[in-house]
């Protein structure tokens, strides 16, 4: 028997969940699902060849050294242990697989596999699993020899971790080679760019694009005052030459004519009045866009008229003056002439000047093409500097993860030695026995449920109804568990399981109280508050969940009034749980308790007429805050529909473990057409 005894030796490694997200061009979603795919990757490089071999050479070496794992037989004549032990080393220190191009090695995998001891074998010879969806890893290995066990994954683990650090680190070296060579052909293209940018400015005589611009504007602007200046000083040399012309030609005494001193003196008004024009001019020429539009011409226009002015007085004043008539006509030639050369002279440069403003214009035109290259060039190497700075980034993080890559996965508990064997599977067929009547019994009850006309789960009420459920009320009924045949321990146990679900009841019961006196304590204090509590048979625990509200209210000062009209379910007279009143007291009681309608058949218009039950309640409402009606169950009578007449709202009392049919959802249509205000159902059960 002892042939057939496995032993068992574990072992567990850690894996940190991370990826090379930061130089990963995929998006986040890729990334968390390539962390989800890092473990499935992992859990294969144990079973790659070069892994598989690793151990199959270690156990040849320790086997041919020690004779103390494995009973290995060399069936060949070519080659020694010593050669073969030789060779295996060489293999693993070389991190190489075996060549079955070489004699040896082929020796070497035929003497493993005859031995049982082939890549196949050893690959079903142990387990790895991961923990749950955790960032641990199992790792088992069953052999006849608790030694072979604890050396085998011994040497899976290391051979495991060296091959996984040495595929990451080959994926590091492969992306960062790619990011180094990107990033060299960005820093080319952007140094491309810088030239290309140089030579362009260069071209066009452009160093900077806001200067340049600033220079045509200020340029512009200063020619057109040349040329505006120039004109105006040619119409008054040529209304100069004129006008000695004509002298010249039409005159013909020079003499002396005595005219009145009044022209003087107009005319050295006119200067002053010219030169404080002229100085207004001057003045404001660097305000102009504070001031109107048309300022300029109309002061151009004055200025116009005053020398005009001051040249026809200056011709009075030569005509009335005595001077010598040849003097006179030479000094007019005089000035006629100088007049012409001043004339000339401003010609030539007004037309200099529009010249150089035509070619400023045109230069201007060609700039903006220019200009909006070079901005063109400059977001381009915004753009390539960005980009070459992440690319920078990304290469200098990835020769980091090169130099630590595969620390991220490393053994946590080592190998252990297994001092008893592995028990058999007997206990395993047992368990899977126990397993599958559970799963039948499971599924009789599953089809017992789904075939069964009754609702025992709370989703098949929700299915078929049209008020949701809100909250859940459990009753859990009292069992003495004393029998005479029945042993004192299993009695004892009953008794124990009833009070631990009573526990386990009571909070959620609790729980749903509270929700429903909330929803009651929201309502609007003005309004008739009176709430009404009906369902489809008759329910004890209606009632009780109504006398634990007024307990619950009672603590507050909130008078409450429990209207109880279920004459299936008639009330104890004799109970002292609560106060119980009569009709016939309806007009004199003040405390919090039931009045009681429910000893003999009636509705409540047998008691009183509608008028005489809305001032009834409304008597009622002075006294209580909220009252509470309990109606006949709809199954049985029609009542409930009197009752809605007289209520503000309503709670649908649900029953787990009965049947919820058509009716109950024509009843509850017809209750959500009505003024009423639905809260909504709450569900209730006797656990057993």
């Known amino acids: 028997m002892s042939d057939f005894k496995m032993y068992e030796s574990k072992a567990k490694l850690q894996f940190e969940l991370n990826t090379d997200g930061s130089l990963s061009l995929t998006s986040k979603s890729l990334q968390l699902f390539e962390i989800g795919l890092m473990f499935t990757d992992l859990l294969e490089i144990a079973r790659i060849k070069r892994v598989l071999e690793n151990i199959q050479l270690n156990i040849l070496i320790k086997s041919l050294n020690t004779n103390k794992l494995y009973d290995i037989k060399l069936d060949n004549d070519l080659y020694s242990e010593t050669e073969i032990i030789n060779r295996a080393n060489y293999l693993l220190d070389n991190f190489e697989n075996l060549n079955m191009q070489r004699p040896i090695d082929v020796v070497i995998n035929n003497t493993m596999i005859k031995n049982g001891l082939g890549i196949e074998d050893i690959s079903k010879r142990f387990s790895i699993s991961r923990i749950g969806s955790s960032k641990y890893i199992n790792v088992s290995i ?53 030239d290309s940018l140089k030579v362009f400015k260069r071209k066009h005589n452009i160093i900077d694009i806001d200067a340049t611009k600033k220079f045509i504007i200020d340029r512009s602007s200063e020619l057109q005052k040349e040329i505006s200046k120039g004109k105006k000083e040619l119409a008054s040399d040529k209304s ?14 020079f003499g002396f004519k005595s005219e009145s001193d009044d022209i003087h003196l107009s005319i050295m008004h006119l200067k002053d009045s010219l030169r404080k024009l002229q100085q207004e001019r001057e003045y404001n020429a660097y305000n102009l866009e504070k001031l109107p539009s048309d300022y300029t011409t109309k002061l151009d226009a004055k200025i116009r008229s005053i020398e005009n002015k001051i040249k026809n007085n200056l011709s009075k004043s030569i005509s009335s003056t005595t001077y010598d008539p040849s003097l006179t006509k030479q000094s007019i030639v005089n000035k006629y002439i100088q007049d012409q050369i001043n004339y000339v002279k401003l010609e030539a440069q007004v037309s200099t000047l529009e010249d150089e403003l035509n070619q400023l214009t045109y230069r201007s035109r060609q700039n903006i093409d220019v200009i909006s290259n070079i901005v063109k060039l400059e977001g381009q190497i915004e753009t390539k500097e960005k980009y070459y700075l992440n690319l920078l980034e990304k290469k200098h993080f990835a020769e980091l993860l090169e130099k630590e890559s595969g620390n991220n996965f490393f053994i946590i508990e080592t190998a252990n030695f297994p001092i008893k064997p592995k028990s058999s599977k007997r206990g395993l067929i047992i368990v899977g026995a126990s397993m599958g009547s559970m799963i039948l019994i499971l599924v009789i009850v599953v089809l017992r449920i789904i075939f069964d006309a009754k609702h025992h789960l709370p989703f098949q009420i929700d299915k078929e109804s049209k008020i949701p459920i809100i909250a859940s009320i459990y009753l859990l009924p009292v069992h003495d568990y004393k029998h005479k045949f029945k042993p004192r321990i299993i009695s004892k146990l009953q008794r124990w399981r009833q009070n631990y679900k009573r526990k386990l009841v009571a909070g959620g019961n609790t729980d749903s109280r509270k929700y429903l006196r909330r929803l009651i304590l929201d309502l609007d204090k003005d309004g008739k508050n009176i709430i009404t509590f009906m369902g489809a048979r008759s329910n004890h625990i209606t009632l009780h969940t109504l006398l634990e509200l007024q307990k619950m209210f009672n603590k507050t000062n909130i008078k409450s009034l429990i209207i109880y009209n279920d004459w299936f379910s008639p009330l104890d007279v004799n109970q002292k749980e609560y106060k119980r009143f009569e009709f016939k007291d309806r007009e004199t009681i003040n405390d919090s308790g039931v009045l009681d309608l429910s000893q003999e058949e009636c509705s409540p218009y047998d008691l009183l007429l509608p008028d005489d039950w809305f001032s009834l309640l409304v008597k009622l409402r002075q ?66």
């Open 142 to 194: 069953e052999d006849k020899d608790p030694f072979a066990a604890k050396f085998i994954i011994d040497i899976l683990t290391k051979a495991w971790i060296k091959e996984y650090r040495y595929e990451i680190k080959q994926r590091y070296k492969d992306k960062s080679e790619s990011i180094a060579n990107s990033c060299d052909r960005a820093r080319v293209e952007l140094s491309d760019l810088y």
């Open 240 to 253: 100069s030459i004129d006008f000695l012309g004509n002298t010249l030609e039409n005159k013909k005494d």
């Open 623 to 688: 006294k209580y805050q909220y009252i509470l009606l309990i109606t006949p169950p709809t199954h049985q009578s029609t009542i409930w529909h009197e009752w809605l007449n007289l209520t503000s709202d309503v709670f649908y009392v649900y029953e787990l473990h009965e049947t919820f049919d058509d009716d109950d959802v024509k009843h509850q249509e017809y209750l959500l057409e009505t003024h009423c205000n639905v809260f909504g159902g709450f569900l209730t059960s006797n656990v057993k």
